[in-house]
């Protein structure tokens, strides 16, 4: 018994076949949802007594506002919500100057020039190659004749991505960018807050200096 099979039928059953046999899993990405009550509340409890402290201390063209809500605070820049003109130019500085923040942001370069290598596949490659030649034809008692010839020739090459191998390399490459950009963000935040938590701990200091000082005088005034 003869089965006869139709280039229709054919192609439909390879199409299948390649589609179920795609190489690994398909990557989804995790969101991590942040708990917004949580850090409300450590920021409602917290952020008063710095504010004002942060304004005792610094009260001339300084004063942070103490009207925003924990929710206005989560979506706010930090450099809106310090306003602090001491600090922003001590971490604008830092940001500039800082090895390991130029570091990250050269491997995002990396990994992104990575990610263009790993597209590549998915595009035709295109190969073009001409050459020219001068040449003499002698025919019996005929002067020779002279002519040129030019030749062009051009190749077309482009991998089908049957088993899923192109894509899920740029997948990959697409994940590793997003690894190095969360990197950087977090060295970025690292930076600012150590910076931030100096220059907090430096106006703590001269606080506790002032109050040294008065309370030095307070005593010589009563002995």
């Known amino acids: 018994m003869r ?12 199409a299948i076949t390649t589609s179920a046999c795609v190489v690994g899993p398909k990557y989804n990405r995790a969101e991590v ?14 952020t008063r007594v710095f504010f004002d402290s942060l304004s005792a201390a610094r009260r001339v ?39 390991n923040l130029q570091i990250a942001q050269a491997r995002i370069r990396e990994f992104r020039a990575d990610l263009g290598i790993a ?3 998915q595009l035709p490659t295109i190969t ?20 040129r010839a030019t030749r062009i020739t051009a190749d077309v090459a482009w991998e089908l991505d049957f088993w899923g191998r192109i894509r899920r390399n740029v997948q990959a490459a697409n994940a590793d ?25 430096l106006l703590e ?12 005088a307070t005593r010589q005034a009563t002995l």
Do not use: C, K
């Open 177 to 201: 960018v997003d690894v190095q950009v969360a990197a950087e963000r977090a060295t970025t935040l690292t930076l600012i807050s150590d910076v931030a938590t100096g220059y907090l701990e």
């Open 61 to 99: 063209g300084t004063t942070p506002s103490l009207a925003q809500t924990a929710a206005t605070l989560e979506a706010a820049r930090w450099s809106d919500v310090i306003r602090d003109t001491v600090l922003i130019r001590l971490v604008d500085i830092a940001l500039h100057n800082n090895q």
């Open 205 to 216: 200091l001269d606080q506790e200096h002032t109050i040294a000082t008065n309370t030095l």
């Open 3 to 14: 089965v006869l099979t139709s280039p229709l039928v054919l192609s439909m059953l390879i």
């Open 128 to 147: 073009a190659n001409a050459g020219t030649s001068a040449n003499q034809v002698a025919l019996g008692s005929l002067p020779p004749t002279s002519f």
């Open 119 to 121: 597209r590549a596949p």
């Open 33 to 46: 949802p942040a708990n917004a009550r949580i850090l409300a509340a450590r920021r409602s409890d917290s």
